[in-house]
Antibody, heavy 118, light 107 residues
Framework: QVQLQESGPGLVKPSETLSLICTASGGSMSEYYWNWIRQPAGKGLEWIGR???????NYNPSLKSRVTMSVDTSKNQSSLMLSSVTAADTAVYYC????????????WGQGTLVTVSS | DIQMTQSPSSLSASVGDRVTITCRASQTINIYLNWYQQKPGKAPKLLIY???SLQGGVPSRFSASGSGIDFTLTISSLQPEDFATYYCQQSYNTPRTFGQGTKVEIK
């Protein structure tokens, strides 16, 4: 069954670009949307956006101007880029597969903590 | 955006208690409602999808109901491993949105 794993720098400087990769193993993600979700420490879940293999994407309007997502089907990976980061972007970042007619998130990656600090 | 409001934000309960969490959407979402369980330091885990369908491997003490605007998650007999934070999430449209979470603590 599909497993997801996020990777990328754990520390990003303010005003720079956060870049993360989500790698799928154990199955293909080619027929699913890749979703990115984040969670600041001690707070709730915020949906960042989703991307399909075709490049079709939907982003949270609150982040849309700073977000870019893409898919590399040959590597079974999705990437997230978030530009002009501030301390408010410090969070655990998750990727998740969106599946089924009910469009639920399953499975999730284990998450990766990204801290924005100089 | 569709706002999802959970109540209560937290609750204290004992092992064996029946626990109910509610989730209200700011507009109708049919049955595009999912529930997740999150334990500290872990990723959320899907419990319920399509408002009332139990994800495979999830114990039958978990159940859920609702459609339209109002939804509930019920744990019939709380077990030690159920102490966690629970989130509802709408998948009716984008942006996908989550409730603020309900933390279930040990009394």
């Amino acid at each position: 069954q599909v497993q997801l794993q996020e990777s990328g720098p754990g520390l990003v400087k303010p005003s720079e670009t956060l870049s993360l990769i989500c790698t799928a193993s154990g199955g293909s993600m080619s027929e699913y949307y890749w979703n990115w979700i984040r969670q600041p420490a001690g707070k709730g879940l915020e949906w960042i956006g989703r991307v399909y293999k075709s490049g079709s994407s939907n982003y949270n309007p609150s982040l849309k101007s700073r977000v870019t997502m893409s898919v590399d089907t040959s590597k079974n990976q999705s990437s997230l880029m978030l530009s002009s980061v501030t301390a408010a972007d410090t969070a655990v970042y998750y990727c998740a597969r969106e599946r089924g007619s009910s469009r639920m998130f399953d499975p999730w990656g284990q998450g990766t903590l990204v801290t924005v600090s100089s | 955006d569709i706002q999802m409001t959970q109540s209560p934000s937290s609750l204290s309960a004992s092992v064996g208690d029946r626990v109910t969490i509610t989730c209200r959407a700011s507009q109708t979402i049919n049955i595009y409602l999912n529930w997740y369980q999150q334990k500290p330091g872990k990723a959320p885990k899907l419990l319920i999808y399509a408002a009332s369908s139990l994800q495979g491997g999830v114990p039958s003490r978990f159940s859920a109901s609702g459609s339209g605007i109002d939804f509930t998650l019920t744990i019939s007999s709380l077990q030690p491993e159920d102490f966690a934070t629970y989130y509802c999430q709408q998948s009716y449209n984008t942006p996908r949105t989550f409730g603020q979470g309900t933390k279930v603590e040990i009394k």
